[in-house]
């Protein structure tokens, strides 16, 4: 007679909408576990775009359109013509974030601390994600990617730090770990995908589910400027005036840096102690 395998090691079990439980609670308790075995404290997490690529690919992929003639028989540039030459604007958010990180993690490595502080944090694919890991590594730092599993693969970029790079199912899982150890965040141009992280974490904020200061830093305010204009909100009541300092803008890594240095120095640093990683308080209640 065969034996029942135990319940959790039970694959036709563990797979089944019964245990989905199981699953979403794996995903809090092993990105936990390795997090404490690396001694991480607390994130910076960058948002943005992830079809922004580096000035190098960019423009070698400009170079293959010119080379080529890309125009139409009646000397039009073609629009994958205008399309490379556009990638090569957007290049400098690509080298724009990865110089951030590249600073932000050199300071960070510094401080006096048994914990690994404001770890530059993305969602683990290209573009944007992979220049903020990029920059972080090349500083000599860890840096985390927090991957999500999709149908059609982005897969993860090669700077995430080993043993740090996470793949989830559930996209709200891969939220709370965006949030849950981020001091603050930085979001550089994107779509819908970077719109829908801002203002989830904008919303927590507002609403004082997140117990801590948390700095949310637009990048590239020219592009901000145009995409989000929240004064009609404020004129009719549907936000209050103050929440509009809950973003500050940058144009420059530099400028960033000196914000987010400030920041974390006053808030994360000068006020909290060295501690053990505790159970959440995203989701804190009041009375």
């Known amino acids: 007679m065969s034996h029942q395998?135990?319940?959790?090691?039970?694959?036709?079990?563990l797979e089944s909408d019964d245990a989905r439980p199981i699953r979403i609670l794996a995903e809090y308790l092993e990105p936990l576990r390795r997090f404490k075995a690396e001694k991480i404290r607390d994130t910076v997490?960058?948002?943005?775009?992830?079809?922004?690529?580096?000035?190098?690919?960019?423009?070698?992929?400009?170079?293959?359109?010119?080379?080529?003639?890309?125009?139409?028989?009646?000397?039009r540039v073609t629009a994958e013509l205008?399309?490379?030459?556009?990638?090569?604007?957007?290049?400098?958010?690509?080298?724009?974030?990865?110089?951030?990180?590249?600073?932000?993690?050199?300071?960070?490595?510094?401080?006096?601390?048994?914990?690994?502080?404001?770890?530059?944090?993305?969602?683990?694919?290209?573009?944007?994600?992979?220049?903020?890991?990029r920059g972080a590594h090349e500083a000599g730092g860890k840096t985390i990617g927090l991957n999500i599993r999709l149908p059609f693969e982005q897969g993860a970029n090669p700077y995430i730090t080993e043993g740090l790079h996470f793949e989830?199912?559930?996209?709200?899982?891969?939220?709370?770990?965006?949030?849950?150890?981020?001091?603050?965040?930085?979001?550089?141009?994107?779509?819908?995908?970077?719109?829908?992280?801002?203002?989830?974490?904008?919303?927590?904020?507002?609403?004082?589910?997140?117990?801590?200061?948390?700095?949310?830093?637009?990048?590239?305010?020219?592009?901000?400027?145009q995409v989000l204009n929240l004064q009609p909100m404020v004129e009719s009541g549907a936000i209050g005036r103050k929440d509009l300092d809950l973003m500050i803008y940058a144009d420059t890594p530099s400028q960033a840096f000196d914000s987010l240095r400030e920041h974390l120095l006053t808030n994360h640093l000068d006020v909290e102690r060295e501690q053990e990683m505790e159970a959440p308080g995203i989701a804190r209640t009041r009375g």
């Open 45 to 75: 997490v960058f948002f943005g775009s992830a079809r922004v690529d580096s000035r190098e690919r960019s423009q070698r992929a400009l170079d293959t359109f010119r080379a080529r003639e890309a125009k139409t028989e009646d000397g």
């Open 82 to 133: 205008q399309a490379a030459q556009k990638a090569v604007e957007w290049a400098r958010y690509y080298e724009d974030a990865r110089e951030l990180a590249r600073l932000l993690t050199g300071w960070s490595r510094n401080l006096p601390s048994e914990h690994h502080r404001f770890v530059v944090t993305s969602g683990g694919g290209p573009g944007i994600m992979e220049a903020a890991n």
């Open 168 to 225: 989830f199912h559930y996209f709200f899982m891969r939220k709370f770990w965006f949030a849950y150890l981020a001091k603050a965040l930085v979001i550089f141009p994107g779509g819908f995908g970077t719109l829908d992280e801002l203002f989830e974490i904008l919303t927590l904020v507002q609403t004082e589910k997140l117990n801590k200061k948390i700095q949310v830093v637009l990048y590239g305010r020219d592009y901000w400027d």
């Open 5 to 13: 395998p135990l319940a959790y090691l039970f694959p036709e079990f």
